[in-house]
């Protein structure tokens, strides 16, 4: 028995992504990378593809998808910065470079700080799964028995309060 194969005249998804890579891809190299661009479209793609009974026509299909790999694009640069990573190629000056990581080993112990002392415990392992581990949120919402949602939400309150607290002591604002 053959093992039965969806043609992309019969999925809009498959359709779209077919159409969408060409267009998309080089936008996404620009920001990440080719590898990080390819990794983009796929999760994109794996992303919906659970839910790709939803869309009646690859129109409507190669929308969500847009939005869902540019949002995964930027996602993608906003960890960068956080995380400070830079290209090899850009080099960076030796002499600056222990000013800069002691700045940074400072901030890091400010932020522990204030995780360890003002966030619920739900609030830290949502925290910890999700930036360090890097768990997509139904991995996380599942291990925790939550919907994603509330583990979005719980996050969203987590990041803030940090933001206000390490403000309120840094004196910004």
């Known amino acids: ?9 019969e999925n809009p998804l498959l359709t779209a992504f077919s159409g969408l890579r060409r267009r998309l891809r080089p936008t996404l190299s620009r920001w990440l990378g080719e590898d990080e661009a390819d990794d983009a479209l796929q999760e994109a793609f ?25 949002h995964i694009g930027i996602d ?20 600056e470079a222990t000013d800069a990581e002691d ?16 966030l619920t415990p739900l609030q830290r392992e949502i925290l910890e799964r999700r930036e360090t ?20 939400m719980q996050l969203s309150r987590a990041r803030k ?10 004196g910004i604002r």
């Open 46 to 70: 794996c992303r919906l593809w659970p839910e790709r009974e939803r869309w009646a026509d690859a129109d409507e299909a190669a929308r969500v998808l847009n939005v869902t790999a540019r």
């Open 103 to 118: 700045e940074a080993a400072e901030r890091y112990r400010r932020v522990k700080q204030i995780i360890d002392q003002r």
């Open 76 to 95: 993608e640069l906003r960890r960068r910065q956080k995380l400070g990573e830079t290209r090899l190629e850009e080099g960076c000056d030796p002499a």
């Open 161 to 170: 309060l940090i933001r206000e607290v390490y403000y309120e002591q840094s």
């Open 1 to 9: 028995m053959k093992p039965s194969r969806v043609t992309t005249t």
């Open 133 to 152: 581990r890097e768990e997509a949120f139904e991995e996380i919402a599942a291990t925790l028995n939550m919907q994603p949602a509330a583990v979005r």
